[in-house]
């Protein structure tokens, strides 16, 4: 061993890391409960140890909850959401497919980098940056190409803040003989997601958004028309790792052959997550994400500012703030940082500088956490100049929580 390397000597006084605590409020990752670090924290065993296999069987029931579906293929990708992303095109795209792209903000544009890589022709249907994706749009461009196999877009637009309605826009994808892929990475647990009922495909998600959870784990799910294309492939998945028939020798029932080594630890969080959100019950879930959205709007608005996004569309657990005149970005976010602990999000693209991006999403979809916020932000855009009704942020914001039936604002994550 090389004791003299360069930089070893000089920092022998490394030590343990210890993170400073933070609330969570960009756009992932969010605050992760203590139940599910606990969790996290419990002795590692082996991958195809019997007992932890019954933890497997436990966890994809809870995902099948959490999805809302009874697809047998339902189980967490070793990676993070854009992992979970990858494994859905790699799998059901082949050289020569066409695939259209639903395109309403950043995202939309990775899932356009995924197709070409599989060797797709991707043919994007663009909708401006903070609306939702259109039906209409993708219903020309389905009729514009009847060569067309599959149809991918964003429910949740982690990078406008955009909520787009899956049902119909499927039911278009298979009116015209395609499969329909859909990221509810940032949906998942703050917003329903209901992929039986819409017929979804192919859908991925993420452990670090809405589920409380650290990043590293994409929950996915196939149905079975989505599992019959990809058995009826005519050439290799060009993944080794992703390859989904490779992947379910490991999370099959009855299969549990070696694939990878799970990461066992993060297995525990996540299932830990999910017995959180099956406590608290789905629909608490969202609502308690909807309640604290409306009680953080109701302090931006009280105190001038507003959002970039329509209500009629918006995402309870990612809101886009304006960032108003004659305020700075980068050096606000930095102040509510180091003076309170707080991390929110700047915009993306055309967005930067433009655009707060406040998360409000599983463990940090927390009143507490709201009116921490809304106290910093009084505080250091008054110390910029400008000028806030002192305390009208935090009164606006309590009266909608006091008009919450149960302070559903509370429930779960209070737990
Ligand atoms: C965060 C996010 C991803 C990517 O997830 P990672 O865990 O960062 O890889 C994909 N899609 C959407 C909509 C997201 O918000």
Redesign the pocket.
């Known amino acids: 061993m090389n004791q003299s390397a360069p930089g070893w000597a000089e920092n022998s006084a490394f030590g343990s890391f210890t993170p400073p605590i933070r609330r969570l409020m960009g ?2 990752p969010s605050d992760v409960h203590p139940r599910v670090l606990a969790a996290m924290g419990r002795p590692t065993i082996g991958h195809l140890d019997p007992a932890f296999v019954g933890m497997m069987d436990e966890l994809k029931a809870l995902l099948r909850y959490a999805f809302q579906t009874d697809n047998d293929v339902t189980f967490p990708v070793s990676g ?4 979970g ?1 990858e494994a859905c095109f790699v799998n059901l795209v082949e050289p020569g497919d066409t695939v259209i792209v639903c395109r309403n903000g950043v ?1 939309g544009g ?1 899932m356009l980098e995924n197709v070409r890589r599989c060797g797709g022709t991707a043919v994007v249907v663009d909708d401006d940056w903070g609306e939702p994706v259109s039906p209409a749009r993708l219903d020309s461009a389905l009729h514009e190409h009847p060569e067309a196999t599959l149809v991918a877009f ?1 429910q ?3 990078s406008t803040g955009a909520l787009s309605e899956p049902g119909p826009l499927v039911a278009l994808a298979h009116r015209h003989g395609c499969l329909a892929i859909v ?1 509810a ?2 949906a998942l647990g703050g917003c329903p997601v209901e992929t039986d009922e819409w017929d979804i495909d192919a859908i991925y998600a ?1 452990s ?2 809405c589920l409380s959870c650290p ?1 590293g784990l ?1 929950p996915v799910s196939f149905n079975a028309r989505a599992v019959q294309r990809v058995r009826e492939r005519a050439t290799p998945c060009q993944s080794w790792f992703m390859d989904l028939d490779l992947q379910l020798g490991y999370w099959s029932a009855g299969a549990r052959t070696y694939h990878h080594t799970a990461p066992v630890n993060a297995l525990y969080g996540l299932h830990e997550a999910l017995l959180m959100l099956r406590e608290e019950g789905l629909e608490h879930a969202w609502d308690r994400h909807r309640g604290n959205h409306l009680a953080l709007v109701a302090g931006l608005n009280a105190m001038g500012l507003s959002l970039f996004v329509d209500e009629s569309h918006c995402l309870p657990q990612l809101n886009m703030v304006v960032i108003p005149d004659g305020i700075d970005d980068a050096p606000t976010r930095a102040r509510l940082l180091d003076e309170f602990g707080i991390e929110i999000g700047g915009g993306l693209g055309a967005l930067a500088g433009k655009v707060w991006r406040v998360g409000l999403m599983g463990y940090a979809s927390r009143p507490e956490n709201v009116l921490a916020l809304l106290w910093a932000l009084e505080s250091v855009l008054s110390a910029q100049g400008r000028t806030v009704p002192q305390g009208a942020a935090e009164k606006a914001a309590r009266e909608v929580f006091d008009r919450s039936p149960g302070r559903r604002g509370d429930e779960g994550a209070a737990r």
Do not use: L, N
């Open positions: 756009p992932g993070p959401g854009s992992v992303m995202f990775r964003v949740a637009e982690t990221d990475v940032t993420g670090q958004k990043p994409s």
